[in-house]
């Protein structure tokens, strides 16, 4: 580059003083030692050394070489940033895609429940904003949030012989009911002793996410909280896929899906990805939300469950996800390409095997929902279970990064 320069230099006065056909010249010896398109080439010849005038009658000589930034009116201005960061703290501070693909229909509801208050300038600028943008704007603030730490599961076995072995590849269910489910321990670390487990299950088809808390791994209490998960779902359970531990690999959940006539599979043992769709709400809803502590008596028992309570319609009509369409290797590089992000409510009223009734009861429980407000009863239960975990031992980290989003989200909320 230093080279091109000293050559545009060299180049440029006899250049910028030669006849027309004496430029044709110059301009081809140019392009063959610098190796510039003609165009470019003759743009650069043509303007190095001309005098600029400036404010305040000073001259500068410019060099075509170099380049400036622009400066460009902000579109997205302050007003535009801030309504953009309360929305993104409301959902949860999911990632761009995601946002601008339900901005449409979060505005409107927000501003009916009095949450946000728009110009008609800044609500255009909002619906029109792009995915990318909207990454950009916020990258700030989704650093100084971000939160750290993985969850910990341990499979065990019980039955295998009598329950077959499904994996992911062949999850390519088109209709809601199939669902994978998985226990997420609350041991905080310190496996001993009993702990809290929370029980989670994920309908393929469309991502509805139903979570609950059990004392422990014993299968009666996973038992009984897949039965209350099960009256709550807004379809018809048609099969279950579970890892290989004992508190789902026995013959009391054996025995009830052969008289329910639900499907019951298992996953190969330690190959977690067959159970890749429960996985990964494992760590989005649940570890988000509760994180990584220990939860091992009543009162957290409670709170979860009531905490769940709030959590499964603010996840589940709230939160648009993407699923993965097709997945093509290309040499070394693997391209992935997703559908249109849309929420698990939004999947289950275009299925065609949900009846009218259905689907008119869900969307009866959404006109009534107001995302902000479901966001503040989460805030205010995970602040109680914090209080309850500061007189058992110091919080986390991931907690104290969780508490910090909380203060942020409630400030803005009030």
């Not at 404010?55 to 410019?62: D, P, Q, T, V, Y």
């Not at 501003?111 to 619906?127: A, D, N, P, W």
């Not at 929420?343 to 959404?366: A, C």
């Not at 929902?369 to 031992?393: F, M, Y």
Request: charged residues 30%; aromatic residues 8%; proline residues 3%.
């Amino acid at each position: 580059m230093k080279d091109r320069r000293t050559a545009t230099k060299m180049f440029a006065t006899s250049y910028q003083q030669a006849s027309k056909k004496r430029k044709m010249e110059i301009l081809e010896e140019f392009t063959q030692l610098t190796g510039y398109d003609r165009c470019y080439a003759a743009y650069l010849l043509r303007q190095h050394g001309k005098r600029v005038a400036l404010k305040g009658g000073r001259i500068l000589l410019s060099d075509a070489t170099m380049k400036c930034a622009r400066e460009r009116k902000k579109t997205y201005g302050a007003e535009v940033l801030r309504v953009l960061k309360q929305i993104w703290l409301i959902m949860d501070c999911i990632c761009g895609k995601r946002l601008a693909a339900c901005l449409a229909e979060v505005v409107p509801i927000l501003e009916r429940h009095r949450e946000i208050k728009l110009s008609k300038r800044t609500r255009g600028l909002l619906l029109q904003i792009s995915a990318a943008t909207i990454d950009r704007l916020l990258a700030e603030e989704r650093r100084s949030l971000a939160l750290g730490s993985r969850a910990r599961t341990k499979p065990g076995s019980l039955l295998k012989s009598q329950i077959p072995v499904r994996t992911f590849a062949d999850w390519n269910e088109q209709q809601p009911g199939f669902v994978e489910v998985d226990l997420v321990g609350h041991e905080g670390g310190l496996a001993q002793g009993d702990y809290i487990q929370t029980l989670d299950l994920v309908d393929v088809y469309s991502g509805w996410t139903e979570t609950r808390a059990v004392k422990n791994k014993a299968q009666v209490w996973v038992f009984e909280a897949l039965q209350v998960i099960r009256r709550q779902l807004p379809f018809k359970l048609l099969g279950i896929d579970s890892d290989n531990g004992g508190e789902f690999i026995n013959l009391a959940l054996l025995n009830y899906c052969q008289e329910q006539k639900i499907t019951f599979t298992r996953s190969r043992s330690s190959r977690k990805n067959d159970n890749c769709y429960v996985e990964q709400k494992n760590y989005s809803v649940v570890r988000r939300a509760v994180g990584y502590a220990r939860y091992d008596d009543e009162l957290q028992l409670r709170l979860l469950n009531e905490l769940y309570g709030y959590l499964r319609l603010y996840t589940n009509f709230f939160q648009p996800v993407m699923k993965l369409k097709e997945k093509e290797r290309i040499g070394s590089k693997v391209v992935k390409r997703y559908d249109k992000p849309q929420t698990p409510y939004h999947r289950l009223r275009q299925s065609p095997h949900l009846s009218k009734s259905e689907k008119e009861k869900l969307r009866t429980t959404y006109e009534l929902l107001n995302p902000a407000e479901l966001k503040r009863q989460i805030i205010r239960l995970q602040d109680e279970l914090h209080k309850s975990l500061a007189k058992q031992k110091p919080l986390p980290k991931e907690k104290v990064g969780l508490r910090r989003q909380k203060e942020i989200i409630s400030q803005l909320l009030k």
